[in-house]
């Protein structure tokens, strides 16, 4: 069965650094997203991506993030200068249409900022 | 906007027993209704998700959820669950219009299945 992958599964990194995390959608998809995690609080949204620009995006997804679709299969989040309350965990997920349908997600990438 | 809460952090049961992880939400606009389920270090997996029709619905592992519009609630049940069925369940929302799908989650529930 297709599914999302995530890389790194667990990613340290000091404050201020840039982190890159990846992501593998599942290949006839067409809408991308990133959730975060922070421990003990919600899964929040950070943005959605579709037809190789943002569509939405929250509050939480400043000029530090950014994401992109390099080359037809990957799918990134970019974090420009780290800071502590970066650390949660990352989902990517994919959908083959937007609104109603169905939202496939990865794994998780785990950000520790120190 | 869109809000989901889920007011048990952990609910604790023994095998085949009955369980109902409470789900309540809040919204502007209508909105379509999903269950996720995660499982220890895996990502969320659709477990239910409420679009239109029947106001109940099911999945294939047993459980149900009943969309209450009247009560804005969406809550998960299962008459007898399993110890596999130990993991979080996180409740979550999209909007029918003015978004690409993005998901409003809950807080999650952690369901714990006791032999």
């Known amino acids: 069965e297709p599914e999302v992958t995530q890389t790194p599964s667990h990613q340290v990194t000091q404050m201020g650094q840039e982190v890159i995390l990846r992501c593998v959608p599942i290949?006839?998809?067409?809408?991308f997203y990133w959730y975060r995690q922070i421990l003990g609080q919600k899964v929040e949204f950070l943005v959605s991506f579709y037809n190789n620009e943002i569509s939405e995006k929250s509050e939480i997804f400043d000029d530090q993030f950014s994401v992109e679709r390099p080359d037809g299969s990957n799918f990134t989040l970019k974090i420009r200068s780290t800071k502590l309350e970066d650390s949660a965990m990352y989902f990517c997920?994919?959908?083959?249409?937007?609104?109603?349908?169905?939202?496939?997600f990865g794994a998780g990438t785990r950000l520790s900022v120190l | 906007a869109q809000s989901v809460t889920q007011l048990d952090s952990q609910v604790p049961v023994f095998e085949e027993a009955p369980v109902e992880l409470r789900c309540n939400y809040s919204s502007s606009v209508s909105v379509y209704l999903f269950w996720y389920v995660q499982y220890p270090n895996q990502g969320l997996q659709l477990l239910l998700k409420y679009l239109s029709g029947s106001t109940l619905v099911e999945s294939i592992n047993g459980f149900e959820a009943e969309f209450n519009k009247s009560q804005t609630s969406f809550h998960l049940r299962k008459p007898s669950v399993h110890i596999s069925d130990t993991a979080e369940y996180f409740c979550?929302?999209?909007?029918?219009?003015?978004?690409?799908?993005?998901?409003?989650f809950g807080k999650g529930t952690k369901l714990s299945v006791k032999p």
């Open positions: 290949s006839n998809h067409l809408y």
């Open positions: 979550a929302v999209s909007a029918l219009r003015g978004s690409q799908g993005n998901l409003i």
């Open positions: 997920a994919s959908s083959p249409q937007g609104v109603g349908n169905i939202q496939y």
